[in-house]
């Protein structure tokens, strides 16, 4: 977990809850600055890396009752995301609990949609916010990534973003400017980036 220097508990904060498989799982410095800058509580499950899925899932859901539970925090601006060893696990749980998670940021992978049944709850995903992140260097995961855009938008969700970066490598390092960027279209303070 980690809280920015300049956290005021009395001001309402965001959450981001990030998934990765890396070790150790600490906060990168872009994710660092963007969360002093854009007042937002960074959290990702330690110890984690060998569960299943559905473990770190169940991790993931219950960070954000409990920093609630110690921290003011602002219902509408906890988030999910995740570098590419765990983009999958973002997209997933942005999917089940859209009333929980109100925006993603999709790193660089294969986003879990749907196959024939919509999720049960498309019509809160519909009202929340999603990105996708490509890098230029990486044609497989860009074709997946556009072949969930249009999955989105062909079920009316409309608040999405695409954002190619040319500056991306394997393992997907946002920069502050990206990061505040992304939670500025998250938090409805940009139409688009």
């Not at 965001?14 to 906060?27: E, H």
């Not at 509408?76 to 999958?88: A, T």
Request: proline share 4%.
């Amino acid at each position: 977990m980690y809280i920015p220097d300049n956290f005021n508990p009395d001001e309402p904060s965001g959450i981001v809850l990030y998934f990765t498989d890396q070790y150790p799982n600490q906060a990168e410095s872009g994710w660092r600055a963007a969360a002093a800058d854009k007042n937002f509580i960074w959290v990702s499950t330690k110890n984690a890396r060998n569960f299943i899925s559905r473990k770190k899932i169940l991790l993931g859901l219950l960070a954000a009752p409990l920093l609630q539970s110690k921290y003011l925090i602002e219902e509408k601006r906890i988030y999910v995301s995740g570098d590419y060893s765990g983009c999958k696990l973002a997209s997933h749980i942005a999917k089940i609990y859209p009333n929980i998670f109100s925006g993603a940021i999709y790193n660089s992978c294969e986003v879990v949609t749907w196959k024939k049944e919509l999720p049960p709850l498309i019509d809160q995903m519909r009202l929340n916010r999603y990105i996708f992140v490509g890098s230029s260097r990486n044609y497989e995961a860009n074709r997946e990534i556009n072949r969930a855009i249009v999955k989105y938008k062909k079920t009316g969700i409309e608040n999405t973003q695409y954002k190619l970066l040319s500056e991306l490598s394997g393992d997907i390092k946002l920069n502050k400017k990206h990061i505040n960027d992304f939670i500025d279209y998250l938090d409805g303070l940009k139409d688009s980036l």
